[in-house]
């Protein structure tokens, strides 16, 4: 079977019968996966046949792979004859790859059988690395070893603990001179698939929407969100960095938005725990921008070598990039502009509506009531006081409301006595806190009936798009602001540090209202 793309890619099917093998491996073509990675150990067989007709009768290009140590094969009392015969059997009706456990292709007279008889089938050797953060050195030893045994192409499946013990990897795609593909598992390990085309890996795994794996995209996001069929050595690195990451929408949006502007870049989640170590690791000009989430937004500003001076007064950079000329990490915070501006745009409106109209800000002698003292928080906070708004602060820590509050010249209170705040009517309301936030959408900062003190809500949260606060805020009839307006002015804002040109404006505007 031929391939359609440079850039393959490949899904795992781990299924018990040949027919549920079949049933997956018809998802995953229409799905567009390139080829399929039969699992065969996953199976519950009584007669080798069985593997022979599913081989036969595959609808895309397959590797076979028999695991003799695996949490499929635990407790089956597993044989390495049994393994021999698959990987003997899937040679002889010549499948496109076999893939043999580097411990099966240390021993010389199986691997000289199995090189010397096939025909057209090329032979995976594979290792499990687990034990520690891997380093090059490790890895270059093991991959010279693996090399030895004349495999055609090496495969790597590495327990990752951290984001940042994939730069070894990364080394390792580049200088590899035999086909090499990389498997990092876990959440932290996502990135050694959205970028390995990029730094030459072989090919890229990505799951079934019905059946995810952690570590590895959704065969629809490669196809639909990543496209990594455009990636190449040149292509620029952006990402979110946050902790969690599930949540963003950033790529589906930035994505896209690159390609229709031509720009040789991809956008990928990127779930850091240690910002600072991140940085340390990460020096190259590849990595050339980043957008900065929860919780990293205030010690974002640390990390950076200059700041803009709005963003070192709030305190907090969501964008940092990588000045091409020199390397250095430059910090910036567009959530500011892009949440007072969504703030601003709203009460304008409603004032036409009402037939007023003024060349100050809507904003200015409002009490501004702000949940969330984070970098959101002190964004909205140091927005709203360049407005002229008194800004009261509520935060599950008071200690760091106050803090802020001292910093805008606001009020700070206890979290507790948000629901009994009520000194006037007409207040404006910021959520910047992750309360609402999926998978907790059923949660909301204020009730209901506390809402009625508010005459515009605002929230930062946009996953969900209408939160349970802005649904109840509307059913009072108060204004309403969703955090995807936030959203989207602030991304328009990074995508012009990013690139140094313009953002295609309504292109990503429809794209964010049509995807959320």
């Known amino acids: 079977m031929a391939f359609k793309n440079n850039i393959l890619v490949c899904t795992p099917l781990e299924c018990e019968t040949e027919e549920e093998m079949v049933g997956s491996m018809e998802i995953a073509k229409a799905e567009g996966a390139d080829l399929v990675e039969l699992c065969v150990d996953s199976m519950s067989f009584s007669h080798i046949s069985e593997v022979k007709k599913l081989i036969q009768h595959r609808t895309l290009p397959a590797i076979v792979s028999y695991r003799l140590k695996s949490s499929r094969t635990s407790g089956k009392g597993v044989s390495k004859c049994l393994c021999l015969q698959v ?86 795609l580049t200088h590899c001179q035999v086909p090499l593909i990389v498997i990092a598992a876990g959440s932290r390990g996502l990135i050694s698939q959205l970028l390995g085309p990029k730094f030459g890996g072989f090919l890229v795994y990505g799951s079934l929407e019905c059946k995810s794996i952690p570590g590895l995209p959704t065969l629809l996001s490669i196809k639909h969100v990543y496209k990594l069929e455009h990636l190449n050595a040149d ?29 040789n870049g991809i956008y990928v989640p990127m779930l850091v725990d240690d910002i600072k170590e991140f940085f340390q690791t990460y020096t190259g000009t590849d990595f050339a921008g980043f957008s900065v989430g929860i919780p990293h937004k205030e010690a974002a500003v640390g990390c950076c070598d200059e700041v803009h001076p709005l963003a070192k007064s709030i305190g907090a950079v969501n964008t940092i990039v990588r000045r091409p000329i020199d390397g250095k990490l430059i910090g910036y915070n567009t959530d500011c502009e892009a949440s007072i501006t969504a703030i601003e745009d709203a009460l304008r409106d409603r004032r036409l509506l009402n037939g007023e109209a ?121 204004t309403v602001v969703s955090g995807v307006e936030m959203f989207i002015r602030q991304a328009l804002g990074q995508f012009r540090l990013f690139t140094g040109g313009l953002a295609p404006e309504d292109f990503m505007r429809k794209l964010v209202l049509e995807q959320f």
Not at 143 to 158: H, N
Not at 384 to 390: D, L, P, T, V
């Open 358 to 478: 003024s060349d100050t800000s809507p904003i200015a002698g409002k009490t501004f009531v702000l949940v969330g003292a984070g970098g959101a928080g002190r964004a909205l906070a140091f927005g709203a006081k360049s407005r002229g708004a008194r800004v009261v602060i509520f935060n599950r820590s008071y200690e760091r409301a106050k803090a802020l509050a001292d910093a805008v010249s606001g009020k700070a209170f206890p979290y507790e006595c948000l629901e009994r705040f009520s000194p006037e009517k007409d207040m404006i309301l910021a959520n910047a806190s992750a309360i609402g936030m999926e998978p907790n959408s059923d949660q909301t900062p204020v009730s209901k009936d506390a809402l009625r003190a508010y005459g515009l809500v605002f929230d930062a949260v946009y996953t969900p798009r209408n939160t349970r606060l802005l649904q109840e805020a509307a059913e009072i009839g108060a």
């Open 235 to 263: 292509t620029k690195v952006f990402g979110l960095i946050s902790n969690p990451v599930g949540h963003s929408k950033g790529p589906i949006l930035h994505n896209p938005a690159f390609r229709h502007s031509g720009y």
């Open 87 to 172: 990987l003997r059997l899937a040679l002889e009706v010549d499948v496109e790859f076999v893939e043999m456990d580097y411990e099966v292709a240390s021993d010389i007279i199986v691997m000289a059988e199995h090189l010397y008889g096939r025909v057209n089938s090329r032979i995976i050797v594979s290792s499990y690395v687990n034990g520690g953060k891997p380093s090059t050195e490790k890895l270059g030893h093991l991959i010279a070893c693996m090399q030895s045994t004349g495999a055609d192409v090496i495969k790597l499946v590495i327990d990752v603990d951290y984001i940042t013990d994939l730069a070894p990897v990364f080394e390792m």
